[in-house]
Every structure is written in structure tokens, then in C-alpha cells.
């Protein structure tokens, strides 16, 4: 069974960078076909899609972040990381750390990290 | 690629049915059959429910169905029980290697 599980910091104040790290248990890293994904949910429910990297590091982030997002991997503990720059208020959100089986879709998430700004 | 839209809420009977829309685009949910759709609890991860605008992940009831007509999907619950009251988000990527986009989230009340 395939287990996520997301570790962050605590409160942060603007201009900060995030760094956020998921832990994958059931699963390696880099077994081909999936994308690691992370995902934000703000206060009023909203989700929105942050971006992703694959078990060959490819990344791809959504065009509202991509100046500010950047993904890496740690083979040796078997996670992935988030880190966004410059934060500010409205990256306030739960922050998740997903599977996404390409077609099979988001099928695996973490419980959620809560990054107050 | 935009946000999908779905009502705020949608309410049901225990036993009767619901259906929830999620209207996208052509190029979108029109276009691809990347169609997912998610139940959240309150203080809980979102739950794959729906993928493929109709496939079913292991473990889902057959209560949950799925369907898809021009730019809009719709999930139906079918036998509303108790449990079903949660936030439903429907998702939609225009294909491999780019994003996935989400609707705003229906409250499903089960009255």
C-alpha cells in the first residue's frame, strides 16, 4: 500500500522560501510512470495543481508558479521535495504531496501540511 | 487551460440520487477523456473516486458513476448514504505531461 506523507516547516513570514519534503512509503521514487506531485488547497476549498517530478527529475510547474516553484529528489530516503520562493500571503494553504498514475489520475495523496504566511 | 466550473451545492435524500456537473471547454474536458473526480471530508486528503471520467479505482462503490457530454462531466451518486456528505472536485488535464486544472467543489448535503 502506497503511502504518503508531507514534513514542513512552521509558521513563515513574506519574501521566506518554503521547502516542503513527502515521504513515499510502498513505492520507489524512481520506478518509471508516475509523476510526484504537489498540490495546494486554499482556506475558501479551492485546489490548485503546483507541478510535478518524475523518477528521472523531469519537472514541470503551473505557469502562475513556475518562477518561484522548483522540485527535487532524494533517492536515499525515498522523497520528494517543494520549494517555493518569495511567499507570501496567499501561499497560505494545505499544502499535498500526491501520486499522479498518468491516466489512472491523482490516485495517492498525503494527508496535507498546513503553511501559514 | 481555465477552471472547471460546479455548483456550490447539491443536496439528496438518503437512497435517492444526485448528479454533480463540472463544465470545462473544448479543449479540455470536450476534447480528452481525463476526467476525475474527487470526495473530501472535512480535514481529510481529497479521494480519487473517478478517473477517466468513468473508471472506478479498487475499493470505490458502484454507487459512484461518472459521465461525460460535449464540455461538461457529471458524477452521480446513486442510494445517497450518510457518508457520502463531503466536497466533491472534479479534475480534467489536457493529456499526459502537462496539468491538471479543478472545479471549484460541490457540497454534497445528504438531507
Known amino acids: 500500500q502506497v503511502q504518503l506523507q508531507e514534513s514542513g516547516p512552521g509558521p513563515l513570514r513574506p519574501s521566506e522560501t518554503l521547502s516542503l519534503s513527502c515521504s513515499v512509503s510502498g513505492a520507489s521514487i524512481r520506478s518509471p510512470g508516475y509523476y510526484w506531485t504537489w498540490i495546494r488547497q486554499h482556506p475558501r476549498k479551492g485546489l490548485e495543481w503546483i507541478g510535478y517530478i518524475t523518477h528521472s527529475g523531469t519537472t514541470y510547474s503551473a505557469p502562475s508558479l513556475t518562477s518561484r516553484v522548483s522540485f527535487s529528489l532524494d533517492s536515499s530516503k525515498n522523497q520528494f521535495s517543494l520549494r517555493l520562493t518569495s511567499v507570501v500571503g496567499a501561499d497560505s494553504s494545505v499544502y499535498y504531496c500526491?501520486?499522479?498514475?498518468?491516466?489512472?489520475?491523482?490516485?495517492?495523496w498525503g494527508r496535507g501540511t498546513t503553511v501559514t504566511v | 487551460q481555465s477552471a472547471l466550473t460546479q455548483p456550490p451545492s447539491a443536496s439528496g435524500s438518503p437512497g435517492h440520487s444526485v448528479t454533480i456537473s463540472c463544465t470545462g471547454s473544448?479543449?479540455?474536458?470536450?476534447?480528452?477523456?481525463?476526467v476525475s473526480w474527487f470526495q473530501q471530508h472535512p480535514g481529510k486528503a481529497p479521494k480519487l473516486i473517478l478517473y477517466e471520467v468513468t473508471k472506478r479505482p479498487s475499493g470505490v462503490p458502484d454507487r459512484f458513476s461518472g459521465s461525460k457530454s460535449g464540455n461538461t462531466a457529471s458524477l452521480t451518486v446513486s442510494g445517497l448514504q450518510t457518508e457520502d456528505e463531503a466536497d466533491y472536485f472534479c479534475s480534467t488535464s489536457a493529456g499526459t505531461d502537462t496539468y491538471w486544472v479543478f472545479g471549484g467543489g460541490t457540497t454534497l448535503t445528504v438531507l
Open positions: 473544448s479543449t479540455d474536458i470536450g476534447r480528452y477523456d481525463f
Open positions: 500526491a501520486r499522479d498514475g498518468a491516466s489512472v489520475g491523482l490516485d495517492v
